[in-house]
């Protein structure tokens, strides 16, 4: 019998306690002895989690008016500038943002100061008009006093990222960590078998409108991320091996906490954010079940030299590999080392799972999908002064 | 016979002084120096493993602080804030000593102090600032 189930289905199920709930981690072990129909048949929904530094990451804030008011032209946040190009007192951080003589303090610790319920000291300037008076202002706000703070991250999730070596001589220092010279190191930032995109890799049931775990409260996938990109080289069975599709997603940080949410400093990069995301995967069909069944050895990225300009690819690995904690690139063996968090990633999948038990989280129809066969734009240099 | 290892800060006025020496030929101690810093006419640092009857490393601790040297067993001059270590994994990219890895069952970090050279490449690594090292 063919297995069709429908997101109705699902719910009606996950409200009145009768369920299946497995993590990614948990279905790729049932697998070994499972068909995809028996899984259909008896798994409902399967968790899957990411915990990695996204720099792509960063917060809406309504301030709230001040009495004369002002049209903020200037805004700062315990010095990190935040964008002044929305209405009088909107705002938005980036997390990477920061101010050049603080470099190690930027858009991602204000966040999490927030949500820390810490102080936190707002500066602004304005020019002054009829309805704005004000000029300048200098107070101090906290997650009580303004208004909106949602999380708006422009590229999260990314399906699948490369491994980044060095095969030069000197250290490198990248958003991919402190990489040793000559090829004695290989990261990776991707949580493998648990991570969302690599469970389903054509979007059959993520899209616009997706309910998710989001810094650790219920958020949404708003629309695909920056950089969507469904036309890179697959693997025979259809995952990327390169880094790929994004999402976008947005949440209230005022839910969140820093425990699935935290601020980050890579060493002569900048700063950055890890945000837990958790995406709940409605087990539809065998098809679906055979996709998230998939596990560490049938998912394979690239290796690329961050050492050399245009960082050319050296090979292609798995990753039941990357764990081992030894690859071979060009015929040396090379240790690995993750830059994401796996442990948050499992703590995070095991945590939405106990949410859909609960009843308290309802898997949601995307309510588009999102499209198909994109590619990139390259920058266009137009100038001939260019570095 | 254990093995120990010992950062040890030297004042001003002790650069003329054997005491390396010492340790081996008065106590029986096989020293393996893994780093050594040294700041002429201000301050010297270095870090040693030292191998050895418990009792005669204990000696030779003694006479080395009875020598107004500083010398604290690395456990302590290492501090990891493991509270808030969130498990991502960068320090053990730089970590070629092997001190710092993950355990690859649970995926969280491990540090066994007892391979650590004091090289400091996790002190920046950190993208949370976690490590405090106190070795000069």
């Known amino acids: ?387 | 016979m254990i093995k120990k290892r010992y950062v040890l800060n030297f004042p001003t006025q002790s650069g003329d002084k054997a005491f390396t020496y010492h340790l081996v030929k008065d106590y029986d101690i096989r020293i393996n120096i893994l780093k050594a810093e040294v700041y002429p006419g201000k301050k010297g640092s270095l870090l040693l493993e030292l191998h050895g009857k418990k009792e005669n490393i204990e000696k030779g601790v003694e006479y080395l602080q009875n020598h107004n040297i500083k010398c604290e067993s690395l456990d302590k001059a290492i501090q990891l804030d493991a509270e808030n270590c969130i498990d991502c994994g960068n320090c053990t990219a730089v970590c070629f000593a092997g001190s710092l890895t993950m355990n690859k069952e649970t995926w969280k970090l491990e540090f066994d102090k007892d391979k650590c050279v004091v090289c400091e490449l996790c002190i920046p690594a950190c993208p949370l600032n976690l490590f405090k090292i106190d070795f000069r």
């Open chain 1, 1 to 387: 019998m063919t297995i069709k189930k429908s997101y109705e289905e699902i719910n009606r199920k996950l409200k009145a306690g009768k369920a299946v709930i497995l993590t990614a981690e948990e279905v790729s072990k049932m697998a070994l002895e499972a068909t995809p129909e028996e899984i259909a048949e008896k798994v409902d929904v399967v968790t899957t989690a990411t915990f990695g530094a996204m720099c792509s990451s960063g917060a809406i804030i309504n301030f709230g008016h001040a009495n004369p008011p002002i049209r903020m032209e200037k805004i700062r946040l315990n010095g990190v500038p935040c964008y002044e190009g929305l209405a009088a007192v909107d705002s938005y951080i980036g997390a990477a943002a920061c101010n050049p003589d603080n470099p190690k303090y930027g858009g991602a610790h204000v966040i999490q100061d927030l949500i820390d319920g810490k102080d936190v000291t707002l500066e602004a300037w304005a020019k002054g008009t009829d309805c704005y008076p004000r000029k300048h202002i200098k107070t101090t706000i906290n997650i009580n006093t303004i208004n909106e703070l949602t999380m708006f991250n422009p590229r999260n999730a990314y399906q699948n990222y490369n491994v980044a070596v060095n095969t030069t001589k000197k250290m490198v220092h990248t958003y991919m960590g402190t990489l040793l010279p000559n090829l004695r190191i290989a990261t990776y930032s991707t949580s493998g078998e648990l991570s969302p995109l690599l469970n389903d890799p054509e979007f059959r049931t993520i899209g616009l409108g997706t309910r998710i775990f989001l810094g650790g409260t219920q958020g949404f996938v708003v629309w695909p991320g920056t950089q969507f990109h469904t036309t890179r080289p697959k693997n025979e069975l259809g995952i990327p091996v390169t880094n790929a599709a994004t999402l976008a997603v947005m949440g209230n940080l005022k839910e969140m906490s820093s425990e699935y949410l935290h601020a980050a400093y890579f060493d002569k990069y900048g700063v950055s954010l890890f945000v837990g995301i958790g995406i709940p995967i409605p087990i539809l069909d065998a098809d679906m079940a055979k996709r998230v069944s998939v596990n560490n050895s049938q998912i394979e990225t690239s290796v690329l030299d961050y050492g050399t300009v245009g960082a050319p690819k050296l090979g292609q690995v798995n990753y039941a590999e990357l764990q081992s904690g030894t690859i071979t690139v060009k015929g040396k063996k090379v240790r690995t080392a993750p830059v994401s968090s796996i442990a948050k990633a499992r703590k995070i999948a095991g945590e939405l799972k106990e949410w859909l038990q609960k009843g308290d989280f309802e898997i949601s129809k995307p309510v588009q999908m999102f499209p198909k066969e994109t590619s990139l734009n390259s920058l266009k240099e137009t100038e001939a002064d260019n570095d």
